[in-house]
């Protein structure tokens, strides 16, 4: 999965395109380590957090929760990201999987 659920929260993992035409979820990625990533491309630049937050942003909006309940925790200028969710309401954790593609998403 590209999420886990801790006592903090939701660790959510991203692999972030920024520069896109548009912000879209694409799927599920999986490196060459076999951790699972959900795909995310936004259209803001790489620079002066403008992706990350743009992101945020993009989060928030589709899980329906505040950006003050998103916080990066790690990959600030790298591709992977990992997020907490400040929460583990169940309707959320829903909505991230409704994000998984039918065929499992293994594709790269």
């Known amino acids: ?3 886990d659920v801790t006592a903090k929260g939701i660790l959510l993992r991203v692999r972030l395109s920024p520069g896109a035409s548009q912000a879209v979820i694409k ?3 999986v490196d060459d380590k076999g ?3 959900i795909k995310i491309s936004v259209a803001s630049p790489p620079e002066k957090g403008k992706a990350n937050k743009e ?4 989060l928030a909006k589709n899980l329906k929760i505040a950006k003050s309940e998103i916080e990066l925790v790690n990959g600030e200028v790298s ?3 990992k997020l907490i969710l400040k929460t583990t309401d169940k309707a ?9 593609p039918e065929d499992d998403g293994k594709n790269n």
């Open 1 to 3: 999965m590209f999420f």
């Open 55 to 58: 992101l945020v942003e993009m």
């Open 79 to 81: 591709h992977y990201k």
């Open 35 to 37: 951790y699972e990533y």
């Open 92 to 100: 959320i954790v829903e909505r991230l999987n409704s994000w998984r």
């Open 27 to 29: 799927g599920v990625f």
